[in-house]
């Protein structure tokens, strides 16, 4: 069993900035990847930003030149640093991660999902 826990969401206004943390736990043998996700009611999930083992990241346009992804690898947790946040920003966000439990059995793990809000 895996668990992946986010924290940090909230209601800030338009131009702050806001940190979300999550930290994965249980059975891990090796995380592949760990990234963040947002939905909004009515709309698919989107990908906001991912980073692989290696340090790769991958950003979503919206994203670019606002958010920062990073990796603490030795604590099994993944941030993102959010700046000049935009209402449209405003969405349960997710933290998502590839993760072997063995060396051949890898699966995709998802948070509970953290609300940010963000105020025009």
């Known amino acids: 069993q895996v668990q992946l826990v986010e924290s940090g969401g909230g209601l800030v206004q338009a131009g702050d900035s806001l940190s979300l943390s999550c930290v994965a736990s249980?059975?891990?043998?090796?995380?592949?990847?760990m990234g963040w996700y947002r939905q909004v009611p009515g709309m698919q999930r989107e990908l906001v930003a991912s980073?692989?083992?290696?340090?790769?990241?991958d950003y979503a346009d919206s994203a670019k030149g606002r958010f920062t992804i990073s990796r603490d690898n030795a604590a099994n947790a993944v941030y993102l640093q959010m700046n000049s946040l935009k209402p449209d920003d405003t969405a349960v966000f997710y933290c998502?991660?590839?993760?072997?439990?063995?060396?051949?059995?890898?699966?995709?793990?998802w948070g509970q999902g953290t609300q940010v809000t963000v105020s025009s």
């Open positions: 998502n991660a590839y993760i072997y439990e063995s060396p051949t059995q890898w699966d995709a793990y």
């Open positions: 249980g059975r891990i043998f090796r995380i592949i990847s």
């Open positions: 980073i692989n083992a290696g340090g790769a990241i």
